[in-house]
């Protein structure tokens, strides 16, 4: 049985960064996230054979992504 392959956190820098806007740290945040928002963006679709397919669902998608933005650039460290 495979392990699942790990993925390193964002440094706080980063998470500093993209609290203070910086585009391309959120764009790495959200890469971090990119695997658990398409595992919870997934609709079940039936086609014309009655077979039934898991898609994601672009909208829902765009949605959480848009959710995790707005709550990064809210953010408050308190130190």
Same mark, same amino acid.
């Not at 695997?35 to 898991?54: M, Q, V």
């Not at 669902?57 to 949605?63: G, V």
């Given at each position: 049985? $495979?392990?699942?392959?790990?993925? $390193?956190? /964002?440094?706080?820098?980063?998470?500093?960064?993209?609290?203070?806007?910086?585009?391309?740290?959120?764009?790495?945040?959200?890469?971090?996230?990119? /695997?658990?928002?398409?595992?919870?963006?997934?609709?079940?679709?039936?086609?014309?054979?009655?077979?039934?397919?898991?898609? /994601?669902?672009?909208?829902?998608?765009?949605?959480?992504?848009?959710?995790?933005?707005?709550?990064?650039?809210?953010? $408050?460290?308190?130190?």
């Amino acid at each position: 049985m $495979e392990s699942k392959k790990r993925r $390193e956190m /964002p440094e706080f820098e980063t998470i500093q960064a993209a609290i203070k806007g910086d585009a391309e740290a959120i764009n790495h945040i959200l890469s971090y996230f990119q /695997p658990f928002i398409n595992s919870e963006c997934k609709r079940k679709y039936e086609d014309e054979f009655g077979r039934i397919h898991y898609v /994601p669902d672009e909208y829902m998608k765009r949605r959480l992504e848009t959710k995790l933005i707005t709550k990064i650039l809210n953010f $408050e460290i308190r130190l």
